[in-house]
């Protein structure tokens, strides 16, 4: 599974330019990124204020239940996320559009495929925008990957989705989307048919899948692989799962979850700690005043989450240590909550995080039931790459050995 990510070679450069330009200062402050002025703000009052605002919302341009191997178990480290990658997809697909692939049940899934690859070439686009031009994305050696695992793939099965779904609303087999009750996102989607184009709709279905899918199998990636650099805290979690749970194998409920509080933190922490998505940005529509400065509309504001989740003044001295206890009702704080925003803030915030949350609590408390996590990985060794979402280099390598719950 691991050669699925080695098969796409992406050009990080530009994602460091844009890592090393990001320090702590004054907020707001100036940093050119080559051609392009960004306005950073980074002081958690201001990015509140801002993000709730009217000017918060446009987005500049430039953004256009576990199935292991035996073979696993005490064997060679692996990349966990090429389990978590295949069950992410399985779940996005189900719970948005009521598709059951059952990815996890085959390795070399196309569509897999055609999705991870399509991430990365949606994140470089962003990061390389003139690649959103279509002549010079022609000329470039990514457009045959675009052509046959975005087009010919992603887009196909959104495609062939809708189609199927209109056949059998014709044919009066499919009334789903007319009930009143809450529904799975293709209902809500089929609900406003008549306001979207056939390309818009499978333009949403692929938004959701891309979103969905690798954010909350890397996180859950994440979370495995900090358990297994702190080994106390991997037996907190199983401390807190014994008391929950009676049996190995017992069902999660929404009453069970709800008791998994020490999990919670722990996956605040990750959030905090290796924060997924190091920045967002705005495109500004009208001029406005920030602590006493200026900024000019059509600026573009960006929000370095990442520094905000990693400044002593708000953490703390041990702001760089990974502490899942400082998301304790009591420790966690009124500034800190302000500060804390692995989701973004505002009328644009993920519109998936309770989802996201939920998934990776369910994920994890059948993962720490049946499997012990150890990594050779050291600490200081890793690296991330920002793709969208941060990814680690070297890939979530673990080894497992059973658990006796
Ligand atoms: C741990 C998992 C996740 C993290 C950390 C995360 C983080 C974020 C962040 C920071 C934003 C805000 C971007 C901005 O303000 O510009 C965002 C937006 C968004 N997220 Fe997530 N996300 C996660 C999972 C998901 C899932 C599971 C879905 C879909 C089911 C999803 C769908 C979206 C969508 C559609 C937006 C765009 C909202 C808009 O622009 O109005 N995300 N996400």
Redesign the pocket.
């Known amino acids: 599974m691991l050669q699925k990510y080695q098969q796409f070679q992406a050009d990080y450069h530009l994602f460091q330019v844009i890592k090393r330009a990001v320090y702590p200062g004054p907020s707001p402050r100036k940093v050119w990124v080559g051609p392009l002025l960004f306005v950073l703000l980074d002081d958690p009052d201001q990015v509140h204020q801002y993000l709730n605002s009217t000017n918060g919302i446009d987005?500049p341009n430039i953004?256009s239940g576990l199935d292991m191997d035996k073979d696993e178990l005490d064997g060679e480290d692996f990349d966990i996320n090429s389990y978590f990658s295949p069950l992410g997809l399985d779940n996005?697909l189900r719970t948005?559009t009521g598709v059951d692939k059952r990815i996890q049940e085959d390795k070399n899934n196309k569509y897999l495929n055609d999705c991870i690859i399509g991430v990365n070439i949606f994140a470089l686009k962003i990061v390389k925008f003139w690649l959103q031009l279509k002549p010079i994305m022609r000329m470039s050696n990514l457009y045959e990957l675009e052509q046959k695992h975005i087009l010919n793939g992603m887009f196909k099965m959104a495609h062939d989705l809708i189609q199927e779904k209109e056949e059998n609303i014709r044919n009066n087999n499919d009334d789903k989307y007319k009930s009143e009750k809450p529904q799975i996102f293709i209902d809500q989607l089929f609900k406003k048919r008549n306001e979207f184009s056939f390309d818009e709709m499978a333009d949403e279905i692929n938004?959701?899948v891309v979103?969905?899918f690798e954010?909350?199998s890397s996180?859950s990636s994440t979370v495995v692989l900090l358990a297994a650099l702190y080994p106390r805290v991997q037996e907190k979690i199983v401390d807190e799962l014994k008391s929950v749970f009676t049996s190995v194998d017992e069902e999660v409920t929404d009453e069970k979850l709800q008791e998994l509080t020490y999990l919670e933190q722990v996956i605040n922490e990750s959030?905090r700690y290796w924060t997924?998505?190091p920045y967002?940005?705005?495109s500004l529509p009208t001029d406005i005043e920030i602590g006493s400065k200026i900024i000019p509309a059509r600026s573009i504001v960006a929000i370095p989450?990442i520094l905000l989740h990693s400044s002593k003044e708000i953490w703390g001295k041990n702001a760089y240590k990974f502490i899942p206890e400082r998301f304790s009702p009591e420790k966690f704080n009124a500034v800190q909550r302000q500060a804390f925003?692995?989701?973004?803030r505002g009328p644009?915030?993920?519109?998936?995080?309770k989802?996201?949350?939920k998934?990776?609590k369910i994920a994890l408390s059948h993962f720490f039931r049946h499997y012990k996590s150890k990594t050779n990985l050291k600490e200081k060794d890793i690296k991330f790459e920002y793709v969208i979402?941060a990814r680690i280099v070297q890939g979530y390598m673990i080894k497992i050995s059973k658990r006796e719950f």
Do not use: E, H, L
């Open positions: 987005k953004y996005i948005s938004s959701i979103a969905g954010t909350i996180m959030t997924p998505v967002i940005a705005r989450i925003m692995p989701f973004g644009r915030i993920c519109i998936g995080n989802y996201a949350v998934s990776i979402f």
